[in-house]
Antibody
């Protein structure tokens, strides 16, 4: 089955760190870009960042709101992608989705996970 | 960054109604515009790419049009399963950006 499954979301302290995982199956993960998108409660979808495939040197890009605090990585041998979050703020509270265009040449979000909830609160 | 503005932010409609949602980009994005449907507690669903191409499996009552800075999503005859929030997204350049969403509610 073609799917993405996120995990790792939970309650974190302001200023703290958290690492989300995204497990992929059913498609050529190594040739696909992986993006992270979040939705704050009652708000719309917000692109967080992306990592490209090996032929594109695993290039990353991030939204201005997370630059310097969030890092996206991947392990093609495990079909896994990660979102490492640090210096967390209350406004990072959201459902985080990993998503993929199932290729590395377009910016369409064909496949989505079900999301994982991150709550930043003391 | 390219700003995406959707209107209306919400609308009420009845089953069978024709519904149109608009999306404007702050600069020309050619036809690099996607539409998604999102229901609470579910993963967003990819509906339309490159402004007017229907993703496989999406019912033909959904259609998209536009280019440059002005785009529309039309549902020709609203069905019960179409009540959801719809988002446009520019796929022209990074950082990728979404519109604020249009919530389609039952009248």
């Amino acid at each position: 089955e073609v799917q993405l499954v996120e995990s790792g979301g939970h309650l974190a302290q302001p200023g703290g760190s958290l690492k989300l995982s995204c497990a992929a199956s059913g498609f050529t993960f190594s040739g696909s870009a992986i993006h992270w998108v979040r939705q704050r409660s009652g708000k719309g979808l917000e692109w967080v960042g992306r990592i490209r495939s090996r032929p594109a040197d695993y290039a990353t890009a991030y939204a201005a709101s997370v630059i310097g605090r969030f890092t996206i990585s991947r392990d093609d041998s495990q079909n896994m992608a990660y979102l490492e979050m640090s210096s967390l703020k209350a406004e990072d509270t959201a459902v985080y989705y990993c998503t993929s265009p199932l290729s590395d040449y377009v910016f369409n979000f064909d496949l989505w996970g079900q999301g994982t909830l991150v709550t930043v609160s003391s | 960054d390219i700003q995406m503005t959707q209107s209306p932010s919400s609308l009420s409609a009845s089953v069978g109604d024709r519904v149109t949602i608009t999306c404007r980009a702050s600069q020309s994005i050619s036809s690099y515009l996607n539409w998604y449907q999102h229901k609470p507690g579910k993963a967003p669903k990819f509906l339309i790419y490159e402004a007017s191409s229907l993703q496989s499996g999406v019912p033909s009552r959904f259609s998209g049009s536009g280019s440059g800075t002005y785009f529309t999503l039309t549902i020709s005859s609203l069905q019960p399963e179409d009540f959801a929030t719809y988002y446009c997204q520019q796929s022209y350049s990074v950082p990728l950006t979404f519109g604020g969403g249009t919530k389609v509610e039952i009248k």
